[in-house]
């Protein structure tokens, strides 16, 4: 399967943007642990930031440089309308143009599990390259055990339909080691409820 189309995205914007204010629960310390060494002026790079609510304007609120980064051109519109002074990037997560070392700190935050799982470790690969030794990244991804079904699977959001696709939760944070982060912490912001959410793990790593 190739990377997602960005018309359903593109398709509910506005319905996102009115949805993704705030920090749901949970979401607002692993942001903090990211962020918390930083001094002010830091450069930092939201992947997946869709209209730049919530963690881009938090960020960019605690007085650092957001670069955001997105398929989806009508949510990076709005981002643009709601920060005007971050830096919006049209593009693919599995194609990022973006300088070695360049960031102190990433987010990939309920976009990496939109791809097909093939994707998972260049997409680590490339965000550890983004960032500075010692530079931490928050993301999220499945959180369903390996006792689950952890195929790939369809849903639908305002009317949409959207592609997911997660590792278990262990052997995700063994790839997420293996490409050269350290786990600083592990916490599941939904736990699978044996229907449609298969569980959500919010995880704040450092590059080695």
Not at 49 to 70: E, F, K, L
Not at 87 to 108: I, M, S
Not at 167 to 196: H, Q, S, W, Y
Request: net charge neutral; aromatic share 8%; proline share 7%.
């Amino acid at each position: 399967m190739p990377t997602p189309d960005p018309a359903p995205y593109n398709a509910i914007a506005s319905e996102w943007d009115g949805l993704r204010r705030e920090f749901f629960r949970g979401e607002q310390a692993l942001v903090d642990q990211v962020i918390e060494r930083l001094p002010a002026g830091s450069a930092i790079l939201d992947l997946g930031c869709g209209t730049g609510r919530p963690i881009a304007a938090y960020v960019a609120s605690r007085g650092h440089r957001v670069v955001g980064v997105d398929r989806s051109r009508g949510m990076l519109t709005l981002a643009a309308q709601h920060l005007p002074a971050g830096r919006w990037v049209e593009g693919d997560l599995t194609a990022l143009p973006l300088g070695d070392g360049h960031f102190d700190g990433a987010f990939c935050w309920d976009a990496l599990f939109h791809l097909p799982r093939q994707h998972f470790a260049p997409i680590l690969q490339r965000m550890r390259q983004c960032l500075k030794p010692g530079g931490r990244l928050g993301l999220t991804c499945g959180g369903a055990d390996a006792s689950a079904d952890t195929s790939p699977f369809t849903d639908t959001m305002f009317g949409q339909r959207f592609f997911y696709d997660g590792l278990p939760k262990e052997e995700m944070i063994a790839l997420i080691r293996d490409v050269g982060f350290d786990v600083i912490t592990r916490v599941m912001l939904n736990v699978p409820d044996g229907e449609r959410d298969r569980g959500r793990m919010g995880i704040v790593v450092e590059r080695r």
